[in-house]
């Protein structure tokens, strides 16, 4: 099923979706709603859907780097996992990502950081 989320950028807004893990191929559409907050950060929310076996192993989201570009793949994991945690949580936590440094990883923490943001 299509899932909505909120995802924000200081700069250029990055797209972001819940999901659940699905027998169903993602495509995304065009942002859904495009709103500010009361503290002026600006937010898109997205309509997705879920990729199949998206889900992560004990070293995180292992795909290879094609599978991971495909539209609001990365972005549905990462909102996914935001939205599994309990949001008193998250409230003034500090987040922490790590990666290789191989290719596509500069992307990924990227849109983590304005994800982590938004939540």
Known sequence: SAAGSASAS???PAPSAASAPSAASAAASGPVTVATTAGGLKYQVFSTKPYEGQKPGTSGLRKR??????????ANFLQATFDALP???????TVVLGGDGRFYNDVVIQLAIRIAAAN
């Open 10 to 12: 200081a700069s250029a």
């Open 65 to 74: 780097v094609t599978e991971m570009q495909q539209e609001n793949y990365v």
């Open 87 to 93: 949001a008193s949580e998250l409230a003034g936590a």
